[in-house]
């Protein structure tokens, strides 16, 4: 370009030709503007002439309100003609590169820089991209027609333009400062030279992240993972097991390759793109993504494993969805089998799922398989998806992880760890989910449905309501050799052996199941939803007139934001009564007209419906809760009882609900918070001393309130401490102990009207039996009697007077002393 009027003059007019057609968008625009200094000369760099490219960019720097690329631009007292270079010399007709040289324009700028002509000038890399898609060796469609990896000529970009050009998107990045370059007193040549190599490295990393890595077609793939030495070792030995032949041993590793394989195609991703743009307009009211940048800045260079919560099938494309619409790769997702379902797993498997076995157990070729495919995707560089948790919550609350995944991702990175991992959490909130119907079956105690084709046609129905908000969180990012070097020092010296499975892989592994479950809850979205069923579900009759209910949630809102759960965490915009009337026009909320007011409540089916959305963010409540139960029977507390009593409970609230805080972090955390319930009154301070409000004042309802949140919780934990200690030592195993808990609980739901379908989940009394082993509050002998430590008794039912009302404590007392309890439940009590 030059600043010839006829040049500019042609150059507009093809710019308007090509828009006739093309469509674009910036990707990350408002990220990059925060870092242009406008004061300051700007050059734009593309990686390679392109007519296309300069009218796109031109383009997009109008809409912005950019400086132009194609109008001149001041280098100290020089102008230069137009505002931007090319990395790469023009190509031949045929697509030959020809040998690189700096551009004349960042020739004559550095020129300029060493003259001290000008202070700095910023040189911003630019990608346009047309379509995103990567390149599959055989595949001569996606060679002509989408961004890729081949060096192709103006054939390509032709076609590319006309097949892919109403998908054209284009992205800044942070601008280079070339005068903190050129001070580096390098010389010329030496200068030029670093430049080349930092624009080279940074479009080669920036491909890689917008359209991934080169991908090799699935059928070779899936050929390459037969001939890897542990699937070879895997198909001999099943030969010999099974006798035999060796051939059709391979013939069954191929054909489990092809089970699991996904055949990721850049069409159907589009055509995903366009559907979900319909779906999160049409069903939801769009989507509010948080903390994004973050990890658009983080996964140059890493290999990047997406694990988000699991609260709705739509979760699978939500997440590719929003990456792709934000110029990160679509990740390739684990999903269970039982999604391969005719046309909807084709649909699925072209979107880059790939499927895997609910369990790998007995089956030893399909795991060496399994865990050869993993190994590929990681090695190459490809973004992974999939659930910590293994399956959907049914409840809201996060479910205790599966750690088949992160065990089979542990020992690849050991077996080679080319690309530093990278674990990317990512809370997915709904303000109401669209399977609701099914859990709300499924809470009241229906079998867990199978899912079928036609559940699909169902999201027709879900037309005629309102699902409000989805709210995508991304969390704080967890690089996993860090994570090593805390957990196994000295790692990388260790001799692993072929298998790759140190002794400490279990533990570790463990370990870091937690650490992500817990980052999964610091990313949590708080939407109104969730503050009205944490206030109404903590009444006893499931209502409040509408301006206490606003008080409430006025408290929760202050409470939250003066001690944030953690700088990722997210609160719902508004008042207290604006979050009421949203909650209303979402049809979750009931209402009930008098002279004296509004009263707002909770109808039976939505009562249990709403436990799920209280669920969400009990962990963020649990430790203000706990504070706020020790005054339901002491009106008085010093300091050092709090501390006391809320570390010896602590532990097990943090191993059910993934609570963020260590023990040695505790006391810190728990004077911020009585530092808030003083400052709004919920509690009076005398010297070392806190104080309740009076009974019959509207704080101490708050405060009573806050507690409950927590309370049945503590009922559970009550219930099998008083069970185990009735049973007496050595009477009983942890499976006798949890299924007498279970029946337990049953019953108490129906004498004491408990809503909560979760409060009689086997599964939360069994990981509290496995806490209570891993504190060594309880032992195991050779054949699995749980003995205990003398003086549980005398300290739980301390513990229990402070936080537990009395008629609850009897109750639970009464029923553990019934000799005729049975381990199964009655009909009376299911």
């Known amino acids: 370009m030059t600043r010839s009027p006829l040049r500019r003059l042609v150059f507009a007019a093809l710019r308007r030709v090509l828009y006739l057609w093309v469509r674009s968008e910036t990707i990350n625009q408002s990220a990059f503007a925060l870092k242009l200094d406008r004061s300051q000369p700007v050059l734009y760099v593309l990686q390679k002439p392109s007519l296309s490219d300069l009218a796109v960019l031109d383009t997009e720097c109008m809409k912005a309100g950019l400086p132009r690329p194609v109008l001149p631009v001041m280098v100290g007292g020089h102008e230069e003609p137009a505002a931007f270079f090319h990395l790469m010399p023009a190509a031949s007709w045929h697509g030959r590169p020809l040998p690189a040289r700096a551009a004349p324009t960042l020739q004559r700028v550095v020129d300029a820089l060493a003259r001290q002509a000008v202070e700095n000038v910023q040189v911003v890399p630019v990608s346009v991209f047309w379509g995103q898609s990567p390149d599959r060796e055989t595949s001569p469609w996606k060679l002509l027609f989408a961004d890729s990896w081949a060096v192709t000529g103006r054939l390509r970009r032709l076609v590319s333009i006309l097949i892919l050009g109403r998908k054209t ?414 909650v209303k026009e979402l049809e979750l909320l009931a209402e009930q007209k008098d002279a004296l007011g509004n009263i707002c409540y909770l109808d039976e089916q939505n009562a249990v419906l709403m436990t799920y959305y209280r669920n969400n963010v009990l962990h963020i409540f649990a430790l203000p809760g706990l504070l706020a139960s020790f005054f339901q029977s002491s009106s008085r507390m010093s300091r050092e009882q709090i501390m006391r009593y809320t570390r010896a409970l602590y532990p097990y609230l943090q191993a059910e609900l993934f609570i963020r805080w260590e023990l040695d972090e505790l006391d810190e955390v728990v004077d911020r918070w009585l530092a808030v319930l003083v400052e709004q009154e919920l509690l009076r301070q005398d010297g070392d001393v806190f104080v309740r409000p009076a009974p019959s004042s509207r704080q101490f309802v708050l405060l009573t309130l806050l507690s409950r949140a927590i309370v049945q919780t503590l009922q559970r934990f009550y219930m099998a401490i008083a069970l185990l200690l009735n049973g007496g030592q050595l009477a009983l195993t942890a499976e006798e102990l949890e299924n007498l808990c279970t029946v337990m609980a049953q019953r108490l739901s129906i004498l004491h009207g408990l809503n909560a379908p979760e409060f009689f989940d086997k599964s939360l009394f069994r990981h509290f039996i496995t806490t209570l082993l891993e504190q060594g509050v309880l032992r195991r002998n050779e054949a699995g009697r749980l003995s205990y430590h003398p003086l549980l008794g005398e300290l739980a039912e301390g513990a229990a007077k402070r936080v537990l009302p009395a008629e609850i404590r009897l109750s639970i007392r009464q029923v553990a002393m019934d000799r005729h309890l049975d381990a199964e439940p009655s009909p009376t009590s299911t």
């Open 169 to 582: 998107r284009l992205q800044f990045s942070a601008p280079i400062q070339l005068g903190e370059l050129v001070a580096l007193a390098k010389g010329k040549e030496r200068t030029l030279r670093m430049v080349h190599r930092i624009l080279r490295v940074h479009f080669r990393n920036q491909k890689a992240a917008v359209i991934g890595p080169d991908l090799s077609h699935r059928r070779n793939l899936v050929k390459g993972l037969v001939h890897a030495p542990q699937v070879r070792q895997a198909i001999r030995d099943e030969a010999e097991r099974e006798n035999i032949p060796l051939e059709k041993a391979e013939r069954q590793a191929l054909r489990y390759g092809n089970e699991i394989a996904s055949d990721y195609a850049y069409t159907v991703v589009r055509f995903l793109e366009l559907v979900l743009s319909w779906f999160w307009n049409k069903i939801y009211d769009g989507i509010r993504v948080n903390n994004l940048q973050q990890v658009q800045d983080a996964v140059h260079g890493h290999e990047v494993i997406y694990v988000p919560c699991h609260r709705s099938h739509i979760d699978y494309l939500l997440l590719s969805y929003l990456l792709f619409r934000n110029g990160l790769t679509p990740p390739h997702i684990a999903a269970g089998i039982n999604l391969n379902m005719p046309v909807i797993g084709s649909l699925l498997r072209r979107g880059g799922a790939f499927f895997m076995r609910r369990t790998f157990k007995g089956n030893p070729l399909y795991t060496a398989v399994f865990n050869e495919y993993l190994h590929t995707l990681f090695s190459r560089g490809f973004p992974v998806e999939y659930f910590v948790e293994g399956g959907r919550s049914r409840t809201g609350r996060m479910l205790q992880p599966r750690t088949g995944m992160l065990a089979i991702t542990l020992r690849s990175f050991l077996r080679s760890s080319r690309q530093p991992i990278l674990f990317v959490p990512v809370y997915i909130g709904y303000e109401r989910v669209l399977e609701g119907r099914t859990y709300l079956g499924e809470l009241r105690g229906a079998a867990k449905k199978k899912e079928s084709v036609f559940d699909i046609f169902k999201v027709v129905g879900a037309l005629k309501q309102r699902f409000g908000q989805v709210w995508v969180n991304f969390g704080e990012p967890l690089a996993l050799d860090d994570f090593l070097d805390r957990e196994q020092p000295g790692w990388r010296q260790q001799e692993l052996g072929p298998s790759y499975r140190p002794e400490w892989l279990t533990d570790t592994t463990n370990h870091l199941a937690r650490r992500i479950a817990e980052r999964l809850n610091e990313a949590t979205a708080v939407n109104p939803v969730n503050l009205v069923a944490l206030a109404l579900l903590s009444t006893s009759r499931l209502a409040l007139d509408d301006r206490a209910l606003a008080r409430v949630l006025d408290l929760y809102l202050a409470l939250l934001r003066a001690v944030p759960y953690s700088p990722h965490m997210t609160l719902p915009e508004g008042d207290g009564a604006s979050l009421i009337a949203y």
